[in-house]
């Protein structure tokens, strides 16, 4: 993140950008899969909270039509050869980037977050794209398995399209989110009918119609909005396969409903990540480190670190460094790439923000930096907020926030930070700042969490390694995490196993 001399810098949110106008706005709408008589909703702009776009509302008999549409594109779109899926996809990785712009203003003007927040989305999905055209044959592609009575059989394992894939995506990454599990599906032969949080709807409908450019058939990916109480069922009945990125409690449902019906279920939920900063850490690293992780997105990212564990010899030094990191960034919503941390989404998210930091003074904590909510910039930005002293009894201490706020704890060795690390429901991410990469890597392994980096030992990662939600659903500095690449062909495509006899 880039920082200035003054300490918290505003930057006053700008009016929309002359890309999105009413026209523009309205086509996008258009590809809603709802009817003409749809009641409709307006959308605001978080930084500003001026309406943004009127989008109908789809009925649990508009999905179900939907998938009726999906099913039957489905079945030609699993009979087109792989080569073709392939073009398409690499035709979408060059529309990205080449209509970039149009994207950055309106993952800014629905999200509120930085240019730069928005522009890393965009490279996921460029990279994202390419990977799978380029690799999406090899993981489909037949495997040999041994036979069940060797040298008399042989076995060969097969990949077949799931079918309709539903996909749930969330509001804080509005492009990473709602394609990449959508291009994983449709190269896979699928067919998805994806339900974009109301609020981020136009980015996600953005890439629809780019993909519709790059030559997908129609019905293949369709989008339907509403409610997840009023669509959730409608989706879930019609799907063979659901892909959710959200809330923990509702993730229990969709996972109770999908065994319900057997079908199969990928979960991406909440978290409360700990950052491990070990005594012999390079405290100025770890620094850096630290702002790219806590505060990218306004933290509104289930991988951004919320706890901070320092060695007590070395806390004082890193609390120094990161405070004063935090009280540089500028915060602000102009549509440029001049602002570290832009605004929050929602005004349920504010609320959640500023009831869990006043919860925490008001029950002792000490506020290092930030604390307060910023309406001079717009009615939903809040400051990087640093605190210490926080204690049990405070909401903070083990629930997510969601938001740009930190809480500091000095622990006495590596033991007790990783006890403390562990201490949680959560269990999605973590990081280790040690210079040495044996001991790095050793306290990572003793780490409860889905992915655990280690950082430091010789400086090429990091802040950016931090950074990013498609770094845990990707993986590092290549933006792709091979334990869910490998997972494409069994989790988008049923598994087929022929066994014959060898005559």
């Known amino acids: 993140m880039a920082t200035?001399?003054?300490?918290?810098?505003?930057?006053?949110?700008?009016?929309?950008?002359?890309?999105?106008?009413?026209?523009?706005?309205?086509?996008?709408?258009?590809r809603v899969t709802a009817a003409p008589d749809a009641v409709r909703v307006t959308t605001t702009a978080p930084c500003t909270g001026a309406p943004l776009a009127d989008l109908p509302v789809s009925t649990p008999a508009d999905v179900e039509d939907a998938f009726a549409r999906a099913r039957i594109a489905q079945r030609a779109w699993a009979a087109t050869p792989l080569?073709?899926?392939?073009?398409?996809?690499?035709?979408?990785?060059?529309?990205v980037l080449a209509r970039q712009e149009e994207a950055l203003d309106l993952m800014q003007a629905e999200n509120g977050k930085t240019r730069r927040d928005a522009f890393l989305e965009v490279v996921d999905i460029a990279v994202v794209s390419r990977y799978y055209a380029r690799n999406g044959a090899r993981y489909l592609a037949p495997k040999r398995r041994r036979g069940a009575i060797p040298l008399l059989t042989h076995t060969t394992e097969l990949r077949r399209p799931k079918g309709v894939v539903a996909v749930v995506s969330p509001w804080n990454y509005p492009l990473s989110m709602a394609a990449s599990d959508a291009i994983a599906a449709l190269m896979a032969g699928n067919a998805v009918v994806q339900k974009p949080d109301t609020q981020t709807a136009l980015t996600a409908l953005w890439s629809l119609e780019l993909m519709r450019k790059a030559g997908l058939p129609s019905g293949v990916w369709q989008m339907v909005l509403g409610?997840?109480?009023?669509?959730?069922?409608?989706?879930?009945?019609?799907?063979?396969?659901?892909?959710?990125?959200?809330?923990?409690?509702?993730?229990?449902?969709?996972?109770?409903?999908?065994?319900?019906?057997?079908?199969?279920?990928?979960?991406?939920?909440?978290?409360?990540?700990?950052?491990?900063?070990?005594?012999?850490?390079?405290?100025?690293?770890?620094?850096?480190?630290?702002?790219?992780?806590?505060?990218p997105s306004a933290g509104q990212l289930c991988v951004s670190i919320e706890r901070l564990y320092v060695a007590e010899s070395v806390h004082d030094r890193f609390v120094a460094a990161f405070v004063a990191r935090a009280k540089r960034l500028k915060v602000g919503g102009s549509y440029d790439f001049g602002c570290d941390v832009g605004s929050l989404t929602t005004p349920a998210q504010l609320k959640t923000v500023t009831e869990h930091v006043d919860d925490a003074v008001a029950k002792g904590a000490t506020v290092l930096a930030g604390g307060k909510a910023r309406p001079d910039l717009g009615p939903l930005?809040?400051?990087?907020?640093?605190?210490?002293?926080?204690?049990?009894?405070?909401?903070l201490y083990e629930h997510e926030t969601f938001?740009?706020?930190?809480?500091?704890?000095?622990?006495?060795?590596?033991?007790?930070a990783i006890a403390r690390a562990n201490a949680t429901p959560y269990g999605l991410n973590a990081s280790v700042w040690s210079r040495s990469g044996a001991r790095g890597r050793a306290v990572a392994a003793r780490l409860h969490a889905g992915r655990a980096a280690d950082r430091g030992a010789e400086g090429a990662e990091g802040a950016e390694g931090d950074r990013l939600p498609l770094n845990q659903r990707r993986g590092g500095a290549a933006l792709l995490e091979p334990r869910r690449l490998v997972r494409m062909g069994p989790r988008y495509a049923a598994r087929l196993t022929v066994s014959s006899q060898v005559r």
């Open 4 to 30: 200035t001399a003054h300490a918290n810098t505003p930057v006053a949110p700008a009016e929309l950008p002359a890309s999105l106008t009413p026209a523009r706005i309205g086509r996008l709408a258009a």
């Open 381 to 395: 930005f809040y400051e990087p907020t640093v605190l210490a002293d926080v204690t049990p009894d405070m909401t």
């Open 403 to 416: 938001g740009p706020v930190v809480a500091v704890y000095p622990v006495r060795d590596d033991s007790e």
């Open 83 to 95: 080569s073709r899926r392939k073009q398409i996809l690499l035709r979408f990785h060059d529309l």
């Open 227 to 295: 409610r997840g109480s009023s669509i959730g069922g409608a989706l879930m009945a019609g799907a063979d396969y659901m892909m959710f990125t959200g809330s923990t409690a509702s993730g229990r449902r969709i996972a109770r409903d999908a065994g319900e019906r057997l079908i199969g279920a990928s979960l991406e939920l909440g978290g409360k990540n700990a950052m491990l900063v070990l005594d012999d850490a390079d405290i100025e690293k770890a620094a850096d480190g630290a702002v790219a992780a806590c505060f």
